[in-house]
């Protein structure tokens, strides 16, 4: 594996960095055993805390913890690159605010064939309920996907199925929104699956599990939607991007500093 120079440079003491991993950035088991796996593990531990409120370090900790039993010198210097943008962004959290609508809003994708090694998928997805981030996921997908559609689709049923979730939570909280819910997908060919209630032969290598899909969208309880790729934004979840579209990203998931001080709080800004 080769790594950047900004990979290394994570290293030098004080350094702040806009985005927890580089574009060329990849884990590959390829390097020389890391001589401390529980130092390894737990810095990964700590840092995998974070994403409770940080949804913006969901893809690049999942990355980290998927190599737990047996890292390697590359991985260690990889996950030595998430600490400066913690420091750098050690005030950012989600906001929420009061909605105008409860509409629940999904994001779904999948990077198919994302692992270089094991040739799975990684897939995520985020759910906004009036505008705010109440669920979101980042996770590599069981099995290999013999096609995108395949492994497009799988992402839209794992999402579909939080959707569904949350509207029985609602529904049990006497919240449930009016409108139906509303999952966004930047891939055609698995956005034509979900809405055709007629097979084809495409279809038939995909399990019947998640073909729920389609049926709560014929039974009018989801309604799956066409968004382009630059402005899906579970790509965070997904993989690594560049800063502009990462701080896009961040922004519209509300990773925000604090707007305000709190009262009392004399301490300098630094």
Not at 50 to 56: A, E, F, N, S, V
Not at 83 to 88: A, D, I
Not at 209 to 233: A, C, N
Request: hydrophobic share 35%; proline share 7%.
């Amino acid at each position: 594996m080769t790594t950047t120079p900004a990979s290394s440079s994570t290293t030098t003491t004080g350094t702040k960095l806009p985005i927890p991993l580089s574009t060329s950035d990849s884990f590959t088991t390829d390097g020389t055993p890391f001589a401390d796996p529980t130092l390894y593990r737990s810095l990964v531990g700590a840092i995998q805390y974070l994403t409770i409120t940080r949804p913006d370090l969901s893809y690049a900790v999942n990355q980290a913890c998927q190599h737990l039993h047996s890292p390697t010198e590359t991985y260690f210097q990889l996950v030595k690159r998430i600490l400066p943008y913690v420091k750098g962004t050690i005030s950012h959290g989600l906001h929420y605010t009061q909605p105008t609508t409860s509409t629940i809003l999904g994001y779904s994708d999948a990077d198919w064939a994302r692992c270089i090694e094991t040739r799975r998928s990684t897939y995520g997805y985020s759910i906004f309920l009036g505008g705010n981030l109440v669920t979101w996921s980042a996770k590599k997908q069981p099995t290999v996907s013999r096609s995108s559609c395949k492994s497009e689709y799988r992402a839209m049923a794992n999402a579909a199925a939080e959707i569904v979730w949350v509207t029985h939570l609602l529904k049990e909280l006497h919240a449930l929104p009016q409108t139906r819910p509303t999952l966004l997908r930047d891939n055609k060919s698995a956005l034509f699956m979900s809405q055709n209630p007629v097979s084809n032969k495409r279809a038939k290598h995909i399990d019947l599990d998640y073909h729920f899909v389609r049926e709560l969208v014929m039974s009018g309880k989801l309604h799956t939607k066409f968004i382009p790729t630059k402005l899906q934004l579970a790509d965070i979840f997904t993989k690594s991007l560049p800063r502009p579209l990462f701080e896009q990203f961040r922004y519209q998931l509300r990773v925000l500093p604090p707007p305000f001080r709190l009262k009392g709080d004399n301490r300098i800004n630094q």
